[in-house]
């Protein structure tokens, strides 16, 4: 026997340590038991029979048939098809509303969305407080009032300068008690 050759068939090891090439130690430990099983490859589903992307050892089935094989036929998966009550789009199967996302946002737009407040939310800013929130910034030291950002990191970090919050959500009530100086992180939680 030679140094750095198979003991078996006597190929060239790229290892200098091992006395067996990679495939005779497999069979070596095939025939002792220590080894349980040869790996089959499978090219097919063995359910439906489709051919399968790659060679697989451990999963012999295609993603359709493994599904169905672990978690059951009443599994969401399997759903029948259902459709939009508003359009009549046939819906993901997975998607477990009863709208398609574009009936969804028109349902929920408007005086018809739970946080609507007579369309406060879109009404504009006068010119006096926009003049107005740069005195409040000042008055507040450039400061985020609940987590001490400042302006400088703020600019930084945001590319835009702080908020200011109306603490009783009235756009109307620019009174310097009524607001004060908030990043906008801050401000979402408000």
């Known amino acids: 026997m030679k140094k750095g050759y198979c003991k078996i068939c006597n190929k060239k090891l790229s290892k200098k340590k091992t006395i067996y090439c990679r495939s005779c130690l497999m069979k070596l430990q095939w ?5 349980k099983s040869k790996g089959k490859h499978f090219s097919k589903c063995i359910d439906c ?6 060679y697989r050892k451990s999963n012999p089935r295609c ?6 094989f672990h978690r059951g036929k009443n599994h969401e998966a399997w759903l029948p098809d259902h459709y ?8 993901w199967k997975h998607y477990k509303s009863i709208r398609c996302q574009k009936c969804n946002n028109k349902f929920h737009s408007g005086d018809k969305n739970g946080r609507w407040i007579d ?5 504009k800013y006068s010119s006096f407080f926009i ?3 740069k005195l409040i910034r000042k008055r507040d030291d450039y400061k985020c009032q609940i987590c001490g950002l400042t302006d400088k990191e703020y ?16 756009k109307d009530n620019n009174v310097g008690d009524n607001l004060i100086t908030v990043c906008r992180k801050c401000h979402k939680l408000l």
């Not at 025939?31 to 080894?35: A, E, H, L, P």
């Not at 993603?63 to 169905?68: P, S």
């Not at 939009?84 to 819906?91: H, M, T, V, W």
């Open 119 to 123: 369309g406060r939310s879109y009404k």
């Open 49 to 54: 029979g489709k051919e399968l992307n790659s």
């Open 131 to 133: 003049a107005l929130s």
């Open 84 to 91: 939009c009550i508003d359009c009549g789009k046939k819906l």
């Open 63 to 68: 993603r359709k048939c493994y599904i169905k």
């Open 31 to 35: 025939k002792k038991g220590i080894r």
């Open 155 to 170: 600019r930084i970090k945001a590319k835009r300068a702080l908020d200011v919050h109306h603490i009783d959500h009235n």
